[in-house]
C-alpha cells in the first residue's frame, strides 16, 4: 500500500523539485511482521550541478510509531469519555496555534461542527471582553509553570447572541525539547445554569440587607449551641 509513496518522492527528486524528501512507510521484515521506517531521499550532484544519483537512509521506527498510535488511542478515549460526559474538548497545538474543538464543544455554543474552524480566534472572539485579560492571565501562569493546571471561568458569546458561563480548564501534554509547552489539552463545562441561580440568591440578599438596614426598629441576632 505504500509503494506509490515511495515512487513519487523519488519522482520528486529526481526531478529537482525537491533536495530532500522524509516519509514513513511500512515494510514486511523478514519474520512476516510489518515494521515501520522513517526514510530520508536526497540527490547527490555531480560537478556541474547534474543529479547523478539519488541515496536514501532508513530508520526503523517501529517502536516510536507503535508509541504514538497508543497514545492516539488512549487521547480518542479520554475525549470520547468526556464528550459523554457532556463537556466540550478542546486541543491546542501552539506551534501551528492551530485548535481541535470537539462537536461538544461547539454545540454547546449553539453551533454546528462545520461552522467552527480550527483557529485559536474562534474561541478568543467569542470571550466577554470583561473576562478575556483573565483568561490569558491564567494560561500564561500555567505555561510559566506556577499552576499545575489551567482552569477559568468567563463568559462564552452563544450563536444565539446570549453569554453563556464556562468552565474553562487545561494541562500541558507536550513540551518541547527546550521545555516551552507545545501541546495543551483542556475542557469546556457548561456552569451557566449555577453562576446564574448564585447571581440570582445574591440579588435577593442584597434585597434582604437593604430592607433590614432600613428598618426604624434595632434587630439583635442571638446564636444558642444545640
Not at 155 to 184: A, N, Q
Request: with cysteine; net charge negative; charged share 35%.
Amino acid at each position: 500500500e505504500d509503494i506509490h509513496i515511495t515512487k513519487r518522492n523519488m519522482k520528486l527528486v529526481a526531478e529537482g523539485e525537491l533536495d530532500v524528501v522524509v516519509y514513513k512507510k511500512r515494510y514486511i521484515h523478514k519474520n512476516g511482521k510489518i515494521i515501520w521506517g522513517e526514510v530520508c531521499v536526497q540527490p547527490l550532484k555531480g560537478a556541474y550541478g547534474n543529479i547523478v544519483a539519488i541515496i536514501g537512509t532508513i530508520i526503523d521506527i517501529t517502536k516510536r510509531k507503535e508509541a504514538e498510535d497508543l497514545l492516539k488511542i488512549s487521547e480518542e478515549r479520554w475525549k470520547f469519555a468526556l464528550e459523554g460526559a457532556g463537556d466540550g474538548v478542546w486541543d491546542w497545538n501552539l506551534i501551528s496555534n492551530k485548535v481541535f474543538f470537539s462537536d461538544s464543544w461547539k454545540k454547546m455554543l449553539g453551533y454546528e461542527p462545520h461552522e467552527i474552524s480550527d483557529s485559536l480566534d474562534e474561541w478568543s472572539r467569542r470571550v466577554h471582553p470583561e473576562d478575556i485579560q483573565k483568561c490569558f492571565h491564567d494560561i500564561n501562569l500555567h505555561f510559566d509553570g506556577k499552576t499545575d493546571v489551567y482552569q477559568n471561568e468567563h463568559r462564552m458569546l452563544c450563536k444565539d447572541g446570549t453569554y453563556k458561563w464556562i468552565l474553562d480548564r487545561g494541562k500541558i501534554v507536550e513540551r518541547t525539547p527546550d521545555g516551552k509547552p507545545l501541546r495543551i489539552i483542556g475542557t469546556h463545562t457548561d456552569i451557566d445554569k449555577q453562576k446564574r441561580n448564585i447571581e440570582e440568591l445574591e440579588k435577593k440578599n442584597i434585597f434582604i440587607q437593604t430592607i433590614l438596614d432600613n428598618l426604624p426598629i434595632g434587630l439583635a441576632v442571638n446564636e444558642f449551641d444545640s
